[in-house]
Protein backbone atom coordinates (compact mmCIF):
# COMPACT_ATOMS: atom_id res chain seq x y z
CA UNK A 1 0.00 0.00 0.00
CA UNK A 2 1.29 3.50 -0.55
CA UNK A 3 1.60 6.04 2.10
CA UNK A 4 -0.28 9.25 0.73
CA UNK A 5 -0.44 12.49 2.35
CA UNK A 6 -4.00 14.52 1.99
CA UNK A 7 -3.76 18.24 2.00
CA UNK A 8 -3.61 20.08 5.59
CA UNK A 9 -6.92 21.16 5.35
CA UNK A 10 -8.57 18.38 4.81
CA UNK A 11 -11.33 16.87 6.88
CA UNK A 12 -8.74 14.56 9.15
CA UNK A 13 -5.69 16.53 8.07
CA UNK A 14 -2.43 14.97 6.31
CA UNK A 15 -3.02 11.44 7.34
CA UNK A 16 -4.21 10.26 4.15
CA UNK A 17 -7.02 10.54 1.28
CA UNK A 18 -7.26 7.10 0.53
CA UNK A 19 -7.10 3.25 2.91
CA UNK A 20 -3.40 2.92 3.61
CA UNK A 21 -2.25 1.04 6.08
CA UNK A 22 1.42 2.40 7.82
CA UNK A 23 3.69 -0.23 8.67
CA UNK A 24 7.30 -0.06 11.04
CA UNK A 25 10.23 -2.11 11.29
CA UNK A 26 10.06 -5.78 11.16
CA UNK A 27 12.53 -5.57 14.97
CA UNK A 28 10.29 -3.70 15.93
CA UNK A 29 6.76 -5.31 15.03
CA UNK A 30 8.17 -8.15 17.37
CA UNK A 31 9.37 -6.44 19.97
CA UNK A 32 6.03 -5.22 20.38
CA UNK A 33 4.10 -7.84 20.33
CA UNK A 34 6.56 -10.67 22.46
CA UNK A 35 6.16 -7.61 25.33
CA UNK A 36 2.76 -8.50 24.92
CA UNK A 37 2.87 -12.07 25.50
CA UNK A 38 2.16 -13.26 22.10
CA UNK A 39 4.56 -15.24 19.49
CA UNK A 40 6.73 -13.06 16.84
CA UNK A 41 4.30 -13.37 14.39
CA UNK A 42 1.10 -12.20 15.99
CA UNK A 43 -1.47 -10.39 13.93
CA UNK A 44 -3.13 -8.15 16.77
CA UNK A 45 -5.96 -5.57 16.33
CA UNK A 46 -7.47 -2.67 17.99
CA UNK A 47 -10.35 -1.03 16.65
CA UNK A 48 -10.85 2.40 17.81
CA UNK A 49 -13.93 4.48 17.98
CA UNK A 50 -13.34 7.90 17.52
CA UNK A 51 -15.27 10.83 18.78
CA UNK A 52 -17.69 8.83 21.63
CA UNK A 53 -19.34 12.38 23.61
CA UNK A 54 -19.64 14.02 20.68
CA UNK A 55 -23.70 14.04 20.20
CA UNK A 56 -25.96 11.50 21.67
CA UNK A 57 -25.88 9.24 18.96
CA UNK A 58 -22.44 8.48 18.95
CA UNK A 59 -22.83 7.87 22.18
CA UNK A 60 -25.05 5.33 21.69
CA UNK A 61 -23.08 4.09 18.39
CA UNK A 62 -19.79 3.64 20.44
CA UNK A 63 -21.28 1.71 23.43
CA UNK A 64 -23.23 -0.67 21.26
CA UNK A 65 -19.92 -1.30 19.47
CA UNK A 66 -17.82 -1.57 22.18
CA UNK A 67 -20.21 -3.92 24.30
CA UNK A 68 -22.23 -5.73 21.44
CA UNK A 69 -19.95 -5.28 18.51
CA UNK A 70 -16.29 -5.70 17.41
CA UNK A 71 -14.58 -2.43 18.74
CA UNK A 72 -12.02 -2.75 21.48
CA UNK A 73 -11.89 0.58 22.42
CA UNK A 74 -12.70 4.19 22.02
CA UNK A 75 -11.78 7.88 22.52
CA UNK A 76 -13.59 10.54 24.05
CA UNK A 77 -13.93 14.27 22.95
CA UNK A 78 -13.93 15.85 26.29
CA UNK A 79 -15.14 19.17 25.03
CA UNK A 80 -18.52 18.41 23.09
CA UNK A 81 -21.40 18.92 24.79
CA UNK A 82 -22.43 14.68 25.32
CA UNK A 83 -19.32 14.32 27.41
CA UNK A 84 -20.68 14.00 30.47
CA UNK A 85 -23.69 11.45 29.10
CA UNK A 86 -20.94 9.61 27.91
CA UNK A 87 -19.10 9.42 31.24
CA UNK A 88 -22.33 8.76 32.83
CA UNK A 89 -22.61 5.45 31.23
CA UNK A 90 -19.20 4.45 31.32
CA UNK A 91 -18.81 0.33 32.59
CA UNK A 92 -14.94 0.18 32.82
CA UNK A 93 -14.81 0.13 28.67
CA UNK A 94 -11.12 0.58 27.06
CA UNK A 95 -11.56 4.29 26.61
CA UNK A 96 -9.01 6.86 26.29
CA UNK A 97 -8.95 10.46 25.61
CA UNK A 98 -9.83 12.19 21.96
CA UNK A 99 -7.43 15.12 22.59
CA UNK A 100 -9.78 17.91 20.72
CA UNK A 101 -8.52 21.50 19.17
CA UNK A 102 -10.78 21.34 16.25
CA UNK A 103 -14.75 21.79 15.76
CA UNK A 104 -14.89 20.77 12.06
CA UNK A 105 -18.89 21.31 11.97
CA UNK A 106 -20.52 24.52 10.45
CA UNK A 107 -23.54 24.12 12.72
CA UNK A 108 -22.84 22.06 15.74
CA UNK A 109 -19.98 23.66 17.61
CA UNK A 110 -18.18 23.08 20.78
CA UNK A 111 -15.00 24.93 22.29
CA UNK A 112 -11.78 24.61 24.97
CA UNK A 113 -12.59 24.09 28.60
CA UNK A 114 -10.62 26.16 29.74
CA UNK A 115 -9.82 29.99 29.06
CA UNK A 116 -7.94 30.07 25.74
CA UNK A 117 -8.42 32.48 23.21
CA UNK A 118 -6.47 31.39 20.80
CA UNK A 119 -8.30 28.41 20.44
CA UNK A 120 -11.18 30.29 19.09
CA UNK A 121 -12.19 29.95 15.60
CA UNK A 122 -13.88 33.26 14.23
CA UNK A 123 -17.22 31.35 14.29
CA UNK A 124 -17.06 30.37 17.93
CA UNK A 125 -15.55 27.07 19.29
CA UNK A 126 -12.31 25.86 17.98
CA UNK A 127 -11.61 26.20 14.77
CA UNK A 128 -12.41 24.40 11.95
CA UNK A 129 -9.18 23.44 10.41
CA UNK A 130 -6.19 22.13 11.07
CA UNK A 131 -4.49 24.84 9.70
CA UNK A 132 -6.08 27.45 11.58
CA UNK A 133 -5.39 25.44 14.93
CA UNK A 134 -1.29 25.91 13.81
CA UNK A 135 -1.14 29.62 12.77
CA UNK A 136 -3.21 30.79 15.78
CA UNK A 137 -2.83 28.67 18.81
CA UNK A 138 -0.51 29.78 21.73
CA UNK A 139 1.49 26.60 22.61
CA UNK A 140 1.15 27.40 26.57
CA UNK A 141 -2.43 27.56 26.28
CA UNK A 142 -2.67 24.49 24.31
CA UNK A 143 -1.40 22.65 27.34
CA UNK A 144 -3.58 23.64 29.37
CA UNK A 145 -6.10 23.06 27.65
CA UNK A 146 -5.21 19.26 26.39
CA UNK A 147 -4.16 18.56 30.17
CA UNK A 148 -7.00 20.01 31.27
CA UNK A 149 -9.29 17.68 28.91
CA UNK A 150 -7.22 14.70 30.51
CA UNK A 151 -7.49 15.53 33.88
CA UNK A 152 -11.81 16.38 33.47
CA UNK A 153 -12.04 12.53 31.97
CA UNK A 154 -9.93 10.94 35.10
CA UNK A 155 -12.70 13.51 37.84
CA UNK A 156 -15.40 11.84 35.61
CA UNK A 157 -14.18 8.10 36.87
CA UNK A 158 -12.80 7.57 33.77
CA UNK A 159 -9.64 4.79 33.58
CA UNK A 160 -8.08 6.46 30.83
CA UNK A 161 -6.15 4.21 28.87
CA UNK A 162 -4.72 5.73 26.14
CA UNK A 163 -4.46 9.12 23.62
CA UNK A 164 -5.30 10.04 20.79
CA UNK A 165 -5.75 13.44 18.63
CA UNK A 166 -8.80 14.42 17.18
CA UNK A 167 -8.09 15.20 13.28
CA UNK A 168 -4.37 14.40 13.49
CA UNK A 169 -3.97 18.39 14.65
CA UNK A 170 -0.99 17.66 17.48
CA UNK A 171 0.67 14.67 15.28
CA UNK A 172 2.62 16.23 12.59
CA UNK A 173 3.85 19.47 14.00
CA UNK A 174 6.80 19.99 16.19
CA UNK A 175 5.80 21.82 18.63
CA UNK A 176 2.55 20.48 18.69
CA UNK A 177 3.55 17.08 18.95
CA UNK A 178 6.24 17.98 22.16
CA UNK A 179 3.01 18.99 23.84
CA UNK A 180 1.34 15.48 22.81
CA UNK A 181 4.33 13.50 23.93
CA UNK A 182 4.98 15.76 27.05
CA UNK A 183 1.02 14.36 28.19
CA UNK A 184 1.58 11.35 27.34
CA UNK A 185 4.98 11.16 29.70
CA UNK A 186 3.06 12.76 32.51
CA UNK A 187 0.19 10.67 32.93
CA UNK A 188 1.97 7.88 31.47
CA UNK A 189 -0.41 6.58 28.65
CA UNK A 190 0.51 5.16 24.89
CA UNK A 191 -0.54 7.60 21.81
CA UNK A 192 -1.68 7.07 18.40
CA UNK A 193 0.80 7.77 16.28
CA UNK A 194 1.81 7.67 12.30
CA UNK A 195 4.71 5.39 11.01
CA UNK A 196 8.03 5.63 10.14
CA UNK A 197 7.31 6.26 6.69
CA UNK A 198 4.96 9.18 7.77
CA UNK A 199 7.78 10.03 9.79
CA UNK A 200 10.53 10.50 7.34
CA UNK A 201 8.02 12.36 5.19
CA UNK A 202 7.41 15.30 7.58
CA UNK A 203 10.68 15.53 8.40
CA UNK A 204 10.86 14.90 12.67
CA UNK A 205 11.49 11.80 14.13
CA UNK A 206 8.24 11.50 16.25
CA UNK A 207 7.78 7.90 16.65
CA UNK A 208 11.74 7.74 17.73
CA UNK A 209 11.24 10.76 20.22
CA UNK A 210 8.26 8.41 21.44
CA UNK A 211 10.21 5.53 22.26
CA UNK A 212 13.12 7.20 23.75
CA UNK A 213 10.98 8.56 26.72
CA UNK A 214 9.41 4.97 26.79
CA UNK A 215 5.81 5.74 25.26
CA UNK A 216 4.21 3.50 23.17
CA UNK A 217 2.22 3.28 19.99
CA UNK A 218 0.92 0.44 17.56
CA UNK A 219 2.79 -0.96 14.50
CA UNK A 220 0.31 -0.11 11.89
CA UNK A 221 -1.93 2.70 11.62
CA UNK A 222 -4.82 2.78 9.10
CA UNK A 223 -5.65 5.68 8.02
CA UNK A 224 -8.22 7.27 5.49
CA UNK A 225 -10.18 10.16 4.62
CA UNK A 226 -13.69 11.02 5.65
CA UNK A 227 -15.50 8.48 8.16
CA UNK A 228 -16.99 5.60 6.60
CA UNK A 229 -14.59 2.45 7.31
CA UNK A 230 -15.88 -0.35 5.31
CA UNK A 231 -13.65 -0.04 2.64
CA UNK A 232 -10.29 0.04 4.66
CA UNK A 233 -11.45 -2.50 6.96
CA UNK A 234 -11.78 -4.65 4.07
CA UNK A 235 -8.47 -3.95 2.72
CA UNK A 236 -6.47 -4.15 5.68
CA UNK A 237 -8.05 -7.39 6.29
CA UNK A 238 -7.26 -8.42 3.55
CA UNK A 239 -3.54 -8.64 4.40
CA UNK A 240 -3.16 -7.78 7.94
CA UNK A 241 0.26 -7.25 8.54
CA UNK A 242 2.50 -8.90 11.71
CA UNK A 243 2.32 -6.97 15.31
CA UNK A 244 -0.20 -4.68 16.25
CA UNK A 245 -2.60 -2.82 13.73
CA UNK A 246 -4.77 0.31 14.70
CA UNK A 247 -8.21 1.33 12.57
CA UNK A 248 -9.77 4.26 14.11
CA UNK A 249 -14.16 3.96 13.20
CA UNK A 250 -16.83 6.81 14.17
CA UNK A 251 -19.82 4.42 14.81
CA UNK A 252 -23.32 6.62 15.46
CA UNK A 253 -26.66 5.87 15.77
CA UNK A 254 -28.96 6.90 12.97
CA UNK A 255 -31.27 9.68 14.69
CA UNK A 256 -32.20 12.98 13.46
CA UNK A 257 -30.03 14.35 15.87
CA UNK A 258 -26.74 13.14 14.29
CA UNK A 259 -28.24 13.95 10.70
CA UNK A 260 -28.95 17.36 11.34
CA UNK A 261 -25.43 18.13 13.17
CA UNK A 262 -23.07 16.16 10.92
CA UNK A 263 -23.07 16.25 7.15
CA UNK A 264 -21.14 12.16 7.40
CA UNK A 265 -24.00 10.74 9.14
CA UNK A 266 -24.20 8.72 6.62
CA UNK A 267 -20.60 6.85 7.41
CA UNK A 268 -20.90 6.85 11.12
CA UNK A 269 -24.01 4.93 11.09
CA UNK A 270 -22.66 2.37 8.06
CA UNK A 271 -19.68 2.32 10.62
CA UNK A 272 -22.08 0.96 13.39
CA UNK A 273 -23.44 -1.52 11.11
CA UNK A 274 -20.16 -2.81 10.07
CA UNK A 275 -19.11 -3.17 13.90
CA UNK A 276 -22.41 -4.71 15.24
CA UNK A 277 -24.36 -6.33 12.48
CA UNK A 278 -22.05 -7.47 9.66
CA UNK A 279 -21.34 -11.11 9.59
CA UNK A 280 -19.00 -11.14 6.29
CA UNK A 281 -16.77 -8.37 8.16
CA UNK A 282 -16.67 -10.41 11.42
CA UNK A 283 -15.72 -13.43 8.92
CA UNK A 284 -13.44 -11.53 7.54
CA UNK A 285 -11.56 -10.07 11.11
CA UNK A 286 -11.43 -14.23 11.84
CA UNK A 287 -10.00 -15.44 8.44
CA UNK A 288 -7.28 -12.51 8.94
CA UNK A 289 -5.99 -14.53 11.69
CA UNK A 290 -6.61 -10.99 13.93
CA UNK A 291 -6.31 -11.27 17.55
CA UNK A 292 -8.71 -8.84 19.16
CA UNK A 293 -6.81 -6.48 21.90
CA UNK A 294 -7.23 -3.19 22.83
CA UNK A 295 -5.30 0.13 24.22
CA UNK A 296 -5.51 -1.20 28.09
CA UNK A 297 -3.09 -4.06 27.39
CA UNK A 298 0.08 -1.44 26.19
CA UNK A 299 -0.82 1.05 28.70
CA UNK A 300 -0.57 -1.66 31.03
CA UNK A 301 2.84 -3.03 29.23
CA UNK A 302 3.82 0.66 29.60
CA UNK A 303 3.83 1.38 32.96
CA UNK A 304 4.95 -1.76 33.68
CA UNK A 305 8.22 -1.63 31.87
CA UNK A 306 8.72 2.15 32.90
CA UNK A 307 12.22 2.98 34.45
CA UNK A 308 11.77 5.09 37.40
CA UNK A 309 12.68 8.40 36.65
CA UNK A 310 15.23 10.42 38.49
CA UNK A 311 14.78 14.16 40.13
Avoid at 26 to 42: H, R
Avoid at 163 to 186: C, I, K, W
Avoid at 230 to 247: K, M, N, Y
Wanted: aromatic letters at 8%.
Amino acid sequence: MRVLRAPAESHRCSLGTSATSERSSVTAVSSLVEQLGYGPDARLLIINCDDLGMCHSANEGVYRSLRSGMATSATLMVPCPWAHEAATQYQGEDIGVHLTLNSEFEYYRWGPVTQAPSLLGGGGGFPRTVLDVWDHADLDEVHRELRAQIERALEWGIDVTHLDSHMGTLQLRPEFFDVYLNLAMEFDLPIRLSSIDTQEMVGFPFRDLAEQEGVMTVDTLVFYSGVSAREPFEEVLADLPLGVTEIYMHPAADHAELRACAPDAAGRVDDLALLTEDQAIRDKVSQSGAVLVGWRELRDLQRSSATPRTA
